[in-house]
């Protein structure tokens, strides 16, 4: 027998991050370390079907047409038992400007260090990483699905594409790398937005709501 839940009785409470985390960051460490010139956009995550990354790394040919100089640093390693999956991302493009580089103890540098994060997942129950890049002040170019629509407000914090598109992310992408005022503006606008609903803060006032709303 199936048994439905009243959708007044579900609370939702976010993941979030600890806002200490992100006060000292060194983008220009990283942009050192890469040699990075141009633009600079980060992947990260684990190296697996269902994240869409080879949807980015056949649409980076298209983007780099506009931008000569555009490195795409894909942080974060395949998962136990399928190593051969970074040599499959491999064979999509040759270009040398999209650099594979591992697991890092350093992301957020990454991410501060980049332009633009791009999330292109197929499935994705929260997305954490959208907040973590958020909160590094950077937008986002996130895929339009599971818990990421909660997270970006389209158009304000980030841009929300189709999954499984290629060429959204190419579009989309050589876009906003096109408009630095709307990057800086999406910037600052998602470290807003991750400082008003998704640190631990904001969390335990929601618990806290949920409580006391059991308890009246």
Do not use: W
């Not at 010139?37 to 992947?43: E, M, R, S």
């Not at 080879?54 to 506009?66: E, G, M, N, R």
């Amino acid at each position: 027998m199936t048994t439905f839940i009243r959708s007044d009785k579900i609370k939702v409470v976010h993941n979030t991050v600890d806002p200490d985390d992100f006060t000292s960051l060194h983008p220009e460490k990283i942009r050192k370390e890469f040699n990075v010139k141009g633009p600079l956009l980060a992947y990260v995550g684990s190296l697996e079907d269902r994240k869409g990354i080879k949807h980015l790394v056949q649409a980076f040919p298209k983007i780099k047409t506009s931008f000569p100089f555009l490195k795409l640093l894909i942080t974060g390693a395949p998962l136990p038992g399928q190593q051969m999956y970074i040599n499959h991302l491999k064979k999509l493009t040759r270009d040398t400007n999209m650099l594979f580089i591992g697991r890092r103890s350093d992301v957020y540098d990454i991410m501060a260090a980049a332009d633009i994060v791009i999330v292109p997942s197929i499935s994705e129950p929260f997305g954490r990483v959208v907040i973590e890049a958020m909160a590094c002040g950077k937008p986002v170019i996130a895929t339009n699905v599971g818990g990421i629509p909660e997270i970006i407000e389209d158009g304000k914090t980030g841009i929300l594409i189709a999954p499984n598109s290629l060429d959204a992310i190419a579009k989309e992408t050589t876009l906003l790398l096109k408009n630095k005022e709307r990057m800086k503006a999406m910037g600052i606008a998602g470290k807003k937005r991750v400082e008003q609903f998704f640190t631990i803060g904001s969390q335990v006032r929601t618990i806290e709501g949920i409580i006391d709303e059991l308890l009246a």
